[in-house]
């Protein structure tokens, strides 16, 4: 089905089992609690596998002058040792106008360049990891380092406008901006920064790799089979059918996980010249360069507004960089072109190619670092005005996307910043900073507005009941940790009427139809919207088969009853059993209404007067993001989100060795993700809301909801405890208490 028109009513909405929505188990939590769901590292191989190891490089930019593996070679239980003297040829890198970045070829040990600090240049393989580790330390590598740039601060005048990106422009604009700016009698102009985030996923990058005969075997942890399909395909240079992907769970995406890395295709490759399985491991410290990050951002917000806070100006422009022979960008400047009205716009993003490791999606890309600048720079305003900063947002509501000129699919934002106010108790927050002390504590609230774009992709679908009545779906489609397997359950029983456990979901293998996969919080749509059109279809052959009009059939408890008629599913499908193939094309609904997933965030914030610490005392989210499949994942997205935003705006920074190159707090023993003692009472509400507009579950994406904008409201709060606007992020107490001081 395409979606060429707003969804009508359907089985979804009727709900007669009262499945969807239901705060259900997850369907894989046993197996996971129990340790009966393989991960990539830990899949059972056909034979006995050996085991890999990558050795990086110590320089960020130069080449490989010498190289000996002689040590390493006569190393107990070594059987493979590669340098780029030695590897296997593969296709070069690309190509770079792929449309499907992450389908690319990624040779690994191709030639003596090195590209980026922590890039692969050797690789060691042995009967045990231990033995593969300590072989890796007798690899002798000398380099010819060259001078590189690695900092988007002192780079900023190269910066480069990028090309467009699934579909969206880099830059915007309407009216005449500088002259509307320059003539608003009300005018913020701020400079934000945000740091370089690692995804910090809790399972770390893996592969267990053989061959079936010229066909390889790759289960790794990827977030998008299809992509992993094709760049192995295209780095090994064979035809893409000779290569199968599978990825059954996935501790952990966050974006990360989206391209595949070297252990992939080092194991694989390794595989076929030993004709033994190979396992291959990234360690944490590994990860902050051979997999990407998040890239650092400088922006400027320009706000001009009337003295009765309507904005007439609205300007945001953001630099991020990249990797030298990459061309992603961090698109922190597109985040307001739908969210506030005023006349006058202009949005840019600039990329800055640096000497780095590669750097790419991650956490709510643009969004996660776009939303806190912008709503900070709203909070700014406010403040100049003596506004309530919800009155604000209020003010310059628009009653349709006011860059793309067409209606809104849905728009419950005003009603999420009026439910969190009253459930967060926002008329008793002080409007000027410093009146609320608790001993040396200062404790102040702030809010900030969430919107994260809704995307519909391609996917497809197979389901098939039988003469037990039991229903199996299969799906390319992954599990990153959000939810997949359950929520598509609840919406395959409800569809047909049975018990979950009757429905059998499987998930995370190349050879089953293809989707989308996860990222971009476009997963459940996009891979629910196939499952639900085959099962709608599977609908209509059963209705057939037992001689009732589709359109009088009523699906339940295994049954199907109609025009007098009553038969079990079972039955039914007999012996052969009854399959049914979907598939969801996203038509041209985004293009006729603008598609988003609205928020507001509220934190209360105490901060220490002698120290400058911030501690988050409570915060509230409340969100509007079309139907909800799952009560419980839905919560647990939001709440999850929430608590990065704490991580982003008080802890998060890989901080740069600018003279070396690298991240110098490498593992997260220095890299700060927020633990237990640092997250308080966090709670999340969804507003009820079913938007046809979007695709036929009516549903929008909430995994990286949570994130866009939450950090602004700790930010906001940190402003209105103690005065002190910091700008630059995380906000650290060092930098809080400079504020103070001064």
């Given at each position: 089905?395409?979606?060429?028109?707003?969804?009508?009513?359907?089985?979804?909405?009727?709900?007669?089992?009262?499945?969807?929505?239901?705060?259900?188990?997850?369907?894989?939590?046993?197996?996971?609690?129990?340790?009966?769901?393989?991960?990539?590292?830990?899949?059972?191989?056909?034979?006995?596998?050996?085991?890999?190891?990558?050795v990086?490089?110590?320089?960020?930019?130069?080449?490989?002058?010498?190289?000996?593996?002689?040590?390493?070679?006569?190393?107990?239980?070594?059987?493979?040792?590669?340098?780029?003297?030695?590897?296997?040829?593969?296709?070069?890198?690309?190509?770079?106008?792929?449309?499907?970045?992450?389908?690319?070829?990624?040779?690994?040990?191709?030639?003596?360049?090195?590209?980026?600090?922590?890039?692969?240049?050797?690789?060691?393989?042995?009967?045990?990891?231990?033995?593969?580790?300590?072989?890796?330390?007798?690899?002798?590598?000398?380099?010819?380092?060259?001078?590189?740039?690695?900092?988007?601060?002192?780079?900023?005048a190269?910066?480069?406008?990028?090309?467009?990106?699934?579909?969206?422009?880099?830059?915007?604009?309407?009216?005449?901006?500088?002259?509307?700016?320059?003539?608003?009698?009300?005018?913020v102009?701020?400079?934000?920064?945000?740091?370089?985030?690692?995804?910090?996923?809790?399972?770390?990058?893996?592969?267990?790799?053989?061959?079936?005969?010229?066909?390889?075997?790759?289960?790794?942890?990827?977030q998008?089979?299809?992509?992993?399909?094709?760049?192995?395909a295209?780095?090994?240079q064979?035809?893409?059918?000779?290569?199968?992907?599978?990825?059954?769970?996935?501790?952990?995406?966050?974006?990360?996980?989206?391209?595949?890395?070297?252990?992939?295709?080092?194991?694989?490759?390794a595989?076929?010249?030993?004709?033994?399985?190979?396992?291959?491991?990234?360690?944490?410290?590994?990860?902050?360069?051979?997999?990407?990050?998040?890239?650092?951002?400088?922006?400027?917000?320009?706000?001009?507004?009337?003295?009765?806070?309507?904005?007439?100006?609205?300007g945001?422009?953001?630099?991020?960089?990249?990797?030298?022979?990459?061309?992603?960008?961090?698109?922190?400047?597109?985040?307001?072109?739908?969210?506030?009205?005023?006349?006058?716009?202009?949005?840019?993003?600039?990329?800055?190619h640096?000497?780095?490791p590669?750097?790419?999606?991650?956490?709510?890309?643009?969004?996660?670092v776009?939303?806190?600048?912008?709503?900070?720079?709203?909070?700014?305003?406010?403040?100049?005005?003596?506004?309530?900063?919800?009155?604000?947002?209020?003010?310059?509501?628009?009653?349709?996307?006011?860059?793309?000129?067409?209606?809104?699919?849905?728009?419950?934002?005003?009603?999420?910043?009026?439910?969190?106010?009253?459930?967060?108790?926002?008329?008793?927050?002080?409007?000027?900073?410093?009146?609320?002390?608790?001993?040396?504590?200062?404790?102040g609230?702030?809010?900030?507005?969430?919107?994260?774009?809704?995307?519909?992709?391609?996917?497809?679908?197979?389901?098939?009941?039988?003469?037990?009545?039991?229903?199996?779906?299969?799906?390319?489609?992954?599990?990153?940790?959000?939810?997949?397997?359950?929520?598509?359950?609840?919406?395959?029983?409800?569809?047909?009427?049975?018990?979950?456990?009757?429905?059998?979901?499987?998930?995370?293998?190349?050879?089953?139809?293809?989707?989308?996969?996860s990222?971009?919080s476009?997963?459940?749509?996009?891979?629910?919207?196939?499952l639900?059109?085959?099962?709608?279809?599977?609908?209509?052959?059963?209705?057939?088969?037992?001689?009732?009009?589709?359109?009088?059939?009523?699906?339940a408890?295994?049954?199907?009853?109609?025009?007098?008629?009553?038969?079990?599913?079972?039955?039914?499908?007999?012996?052969?059993?009854?399959?049914?193939?979907?598939?969801?094309?996203?038509?041209?609904?985004?293009?006729?209404?603008?598609?988003?997933?609205?928020?507001?965030f509220?934190?209360?914030?105490a901060?220490?007067?002698?120290?400058?610490?911030?501690?988050?005392?409570?915060?509230l989210?409340?969100?509007?993001?079309?139907?909800?499949?799952?009560?419980?994942?839905?919560?647990?997205q939001?709440?999850?989100?929430?608590?990065?935003?704490?991580?982003?705006?008080?802890?998060?920074?890989?901080v740069?060795?600018?003279?070396?190159?690298?991240?110098?707090?490498?593992d997260?023993?220095?890299?700060?993700?927020?633990?237990?003692?640092?997250?308080?009472?966090?709670?999340?509400?969804y507003l009820?809301?079913?938007d046809?507009?979007?695709?036929?579950?009516?549903?929008?994406?909430?995994?990286?909801?949570?994130?866009s904008?939450?950090?602004?409201?700790?930010?906001?709060?940190?402003?209105?405890?103690?005065?002190?606007?910091?700008?630059?992020?995380?906000?650290?107490?060092?930098?809080?208490?400079?504020?103070?001081?001064?």
């Amino acid at each position: 089905m395409e979606m060429k028109q707003p969804a009508g009513h359907n089985a979804l909405d009727d709900n007669r089992q009262g499945l969807v929505g239901r705060p259900l188990d997850r369907v894989d939590g046993v197996p996971k609690v129990t340790g009966r769901a393989p991960y990539a590292y830990e899949v059972r191989a056909p034979a006995r596998p050996a085991y890999g190891y990558l050795v990086e490089a110590s320089i960020a930019k130069g080449r490989v002058a010498g190289v000996d593996t002689s040590a390493a070679e006569r190393a107990p239980g070594v059987v493979l040792v590669w340098t780029h003297r030695n590897a296997p040829k593969q296709a070069p890198f690309g190509p770079m106008n792929l449309e499907d970045r992450f389908a690319r070829a990624k040779p690994q040990l191709n030639d003596d360049r090195v590209q980026y600090y922590g890039e692969p240049v050797a690789f060691v393989v042995a009967e045990s990891f231990e033995q593969a580790r300590a072989a890796a330390q007798l690899v002798r590598v000398t380099y010819a380092p060259e001078r590189g740039d690695y900092e988007l601060q002192k780079n900023l005048a190269q910066a480069q406008k990028p090309k467009p990106s699934n579909g969206r422009e880099p830059d915007s604009a309407s009216g005449d901006f500088d002259a509307a700016f320059a003539a608003a009698p009300v005018q913020v102009d701020a400079r934000y920064t945000t740091p370089v985030h690692i995804h910090a996923q809790m399972e770390p990058h893996a592969s267990t790799a053989w061959w079936e005969g010229d066909r390889v075997v790759v289960n790794c942890s990827s977030q998008l089979l299809e992509s992993a399909q094709k760049c192995v395909a295209n780095t090994l240079q064979i035809p893409n059918e000779k290569v199968r992907i599978l990825s059954r769970y996935i501790g952990g995406g966050f974006g990360g996980k989206l391209p595949i890395y070297g252990d992939a295709i080092l194991a694989a490759l390794a595989s076929r010249q030993l004709n033994r399985p190979v396992k291959t491991a990234l360690t944490r410290q590994q990860m902050f360069h051979l997999t990407t990050h998040r890239s650092d951002t400088v922006q400027r917000l320009r706000l001009g507004a009337t003295r009765d806070g309507v904005l007439t100006a609205f300007g945001h422009e953001a630099w991020s960089h990249t990797a030298r022979f990459d061309d992603f960008y961090e698109s922190a400047a597109m985040v307001g072109r739908s969210l506030y009205a005023a006349p006058n716009r202009m949005t840019k993003n600039r990329v800055a190619h640096l000497d780095l490791p590669v750097s790419d999606s991650c956490r709510a890309p643009g969004e996660a670092v776009g939303m806190p600048a912008l709503e900070c720079a709203m909070d700014e305003l406010a403040v100049q005005l003596g506004m309530d900063p919800i009155a604000l947002r209020l003010r310059n509501e628009p009653k349709q996307d006011p860059e793309k000129h067409i209606p809104f699919s849905s728009r419950q934002l005003v009603a999420c910043m009026h439910e969190g106010a009253k459930r967060f108790g926002w008329d008793l927050r002080h409007t000027q900073p410093g009146q609320q002390r608790e001993g040396r504590w200062l404790v102040g609230m702030g809010m900030a507005a969430a919107s994260r774009g809704n995307f519909l992709r391609p996917s497809k679908c197979k389901v098939h009941i039988d003469g037990n009545g039991m229903l199996t779906a299969k799906m390319s489609m992954t599990d990153i940790g959000t939810g997949s397997y359950t929520v598509f359950t609840q919406v395959a029983a409800e569809m047909l009427g049975l018990p979950p456990a009757q429905v059998s979901m499987q998930l995370g293998d190349s050879d089953f139809p293809e989707t989308a996969g996860s990222g971009g919080s476009f997963g459940a749509a996009s891979a629910g919207s196939a499952l639900y059109d085959a099962c709608d279809k599977l609908r209509t052959k059963l209705a057939q088969s037992a001689g009732i009009d589709p359109a009088q059939a009523r699906f339940a408890d295994g049954k199907i009853t109609g025009c007098g008629k009553t038969a079990t599913l079972a039955t039914l499908a007999g012996a052969s059993g009854i399959e049914a193939d979907g598939e969801i094309q996203p038509g041209d609904m985004m293009k006729k209404y603008s598609q988003q997933a609205y928020g507001a965030f509220f934190a209360e914030v105490a901060v220490d007067t002698e120290s400058g610490e911030v501690r988050v005392r409570r915060m509230l989210g409340v969100f509007a993001a079309g139907r909800i499949l799952n009560a419980k994942t839905a919560r647990s997205q939001a709440i999850g989100g929430m608590i990065w935003g704490v991580g982003e705006t008080l802890h998060e920074e890989a901080v740069l060795d600018a003279r070396h190159g690298c991240f110098a707090n490498h593992d997260l023993a220095e890299y700060h993700v927020p633990a237990h003692a640092d997250i308080p009472a966090l709670d999340a509400y969804y507003l009820p809301e079913v938007d046809d507009k979007t695709n036929p579950l009516k549903i929008k994406g909430v995994g990286e909801l949570g994130i866009s904008g939450a950090g602004a409201a700790i930010a906001n709060a940190i402003y209105n405890a103690c005065g002190v606007r910091v700008r630059d992020f995380p906000i650290t107490l060092d930098k809080v208490l400079a504020g103070m001081s001064a």
